[in-house]
């Protein structure tokens, strides 16, 4: 296995340079997506509320009045793609959330954010995004989904490199943060993150603002994940830059901004799905952000 990944991506380097002449283009190419929870994650904690199936090619969390539970990437990252394949807790979740994000920990931290926000039986999940630079949060956008995420598995992703932060569903991109570093906005950058995912009780916030309580007389909440990809730039916790940056997929110019397909699909959700963008909300921000500014639609 590791001879055949090595001899492809020499063989690829080969062509690309002979059709280039271009080193900087020998990028490793994506890695699988359907990976165990062992190739990149360990329980952080609740250990007995993780269940595995198919020798941990799937796995689940468990919600109950006594805890929840989450599990994290084992490497610390600068740059790259993650997704996970979910199916969130069915029928009553209301109080609950199932989180997705990626985090740096510390206390400037950068932090890259998917909640989705449970619901009485029948009533819609809403999606939270958020980005953190240097501690600083406040960039809430939430949407609705425009699929039942309970049914089935559907596919989160985020892409993140020096030029962006795209966060996708089922490869649709929901939202971006352009590095708008020019106009003085941090961007994460300089600290590596790791990737975590829990499923908790938020039931003081999450579902119609707090009103709706968790219904304990449903636990245990069951949340699935499979398709447990990391493609990163594995770094140090103490690290401030990636040593093989600009030569990775991910750095390359097709993922450097959105394509016109990508655009017209952002605004596609901006505008059907999207209940609350921090970028249009005036009584907050009378100043729109800066980072705003690279919305093409606003
Ligand atoms: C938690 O739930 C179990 C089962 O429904 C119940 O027996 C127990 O009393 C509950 N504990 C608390 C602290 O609410
Ligand atoms: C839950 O359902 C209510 C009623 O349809 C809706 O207003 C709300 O946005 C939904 N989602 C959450 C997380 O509160």
Same mark, same amino acid.
Request: proline residues 5%; contains cysteine.
């Given at each position: 296995?590791?001879?055949?990944?090595?001899?492809?991506?020499?063989?690829?380097?080969?062509?690309?340079?002979?059709?280039?002449?271009?080193?900087?283009?020998?990028?490793?190419?994506?890695?699988?997506?359907?990976?165990?929870?062992?190739?990149?994650?360990?329980?952080?904690?609740?250990?007995?509320?993780?269940?595995?199936?198919?020798?941990?090619?799937?796995?689940?969390?468990?919600?109950?009045?006594?805890?929840?539970?989450?599990?994290?990437?084992?490497?610390?990252?600068?740059?790259?793609?993650?997704?996970?394949?979910?199916?969130?807790?069915?029928?009553?979740?209301?109080?609950?959330?199932?989180?997705?994000?990626?985090?740096?920990?510390?206390?400037?931290?950068?932090?890259?954010?998917?909640?989705?926000?449970?619901?009485?039986?029948?009533?819609? $999940?809403?999606?939270?995004?958020?980005?953190?630079?240097?501690?600083?949060?406040?960039?809430?956008?939430?949407?609705?989904?425009?699929?039942?995420?309970?049914?089935?598995?559907?596919?989160?992703?985020?892409?993140?490199?020096? $030029?962006?932060?795209?966060?996708?569903?089922?490869?649709?991109?929901?939202?971006?943060?352009?590095?708008?570093?020019?106009?003085?906005?941090?961007?994460?950058?300089?600290?590596?993150?790791?990737?975590?995912?829990?499923?908790?009780?938020?039931?003081?916030?999450?579902?119609?603002?707090?009103?709706?309580?968790?219904?304990?007389?449903?636990?245990?909440?069951?949340?699935?994940?499979?398709?447990?990809?990391?493609?990163?730039?594995?770094?140090?916790?103490?690290?401030?830059?990636?040593?093989?940056?600009?030569?990775?997929?991910?750095?390359?110019?097709?993922?450097?901004?959105?394509?016109?397909?990508?655009?017209?699909?952002?605004?596609?959700?901006?505008?059907?799905?999207?209940?609350?963008n921090y970028c249009t909300?005036?009584?907050? $921000?009378?100043?729109?952000?800066?980072?705003c500014?690279?919305?093409?639609?606003i």
């Amino acid at each position: 296995m590791q001879k055949m990944d090595s001899y492809s991506t020499l063989t690829r380097c080969l062509i690309i340079l002979a059709s280039l002449a271009s080193v900087a283009l020998c990028t490793n190419p994506p890695r699988p997506v359907d990976v165990p929870f062992s190739r990149n994650y360990v329980p952080t904690w609740a250990y007995d509320h993780i269940k595995y199936f198919n020798g941990g090619s799937e796995v689940q969390l468990h919600l109950d009045n006594n805890t929840g539970t989450g599990f994290q990437s084992k490497g610390s990252y600068l740059f790259g793609h993650f997704s996970m394949n979910i199916k969130m807790v069915p029928g009553d979740s209301a109080g609950t959330v199932t989180a997705f994000y990626l985090s740096s920990q510390n206390s400037e931290h950068d932090e890259i954010d998917f909640e989705f926000l449970g619901n009485r039986t029948g009533q819609p $999940y809403i999606l939270q995004t958020n980005v953190f630079t240097g501690g600083k949060g406040d960039k809430e956008q939430r949407i609705y989904l425009w699929f039942d995420p309970t049914l089935k598995y559907h596919r989160y992703s985020i892409l993140w490199n020096l $030029y962006q932060i795209v966060l996708l569903v089922d490869n649709i991109p929901i939202r971006v943060f352009k590095n708008s570093k020019d106009l003085g906005v941090k961007f994460p950058f300089n600290q590596p993150m790791k990737m975590y995912n829990s499923l908790w009780n938020a039931d003081d916030w999450a579902t119609r603002g707090g009103l709706e309580k968790t219904d304990w007389s449903k636990a245990p909440f069951i949340a699935q994940y499979k398709g447990f990809h990391i493609d990163g730039c594995e770094a140090s916790v103490e690290a401030k830059f990636c040593a093989t940056q600009g030569k990775r997929w991910w750095d390359q110019p097709q993922f450097q901004d959105l394509d016109a397909s990508q655009w017209r699909w952002l605004r596609w959700v901006r505008r059907k799905y999207t209940i609350y963008n921090y970028c249009t909300d005036k009584t907050r $921000y009378p100043q729109l952000p800066s980072e705003c500014k690279r919305n093409r639609d606003i």
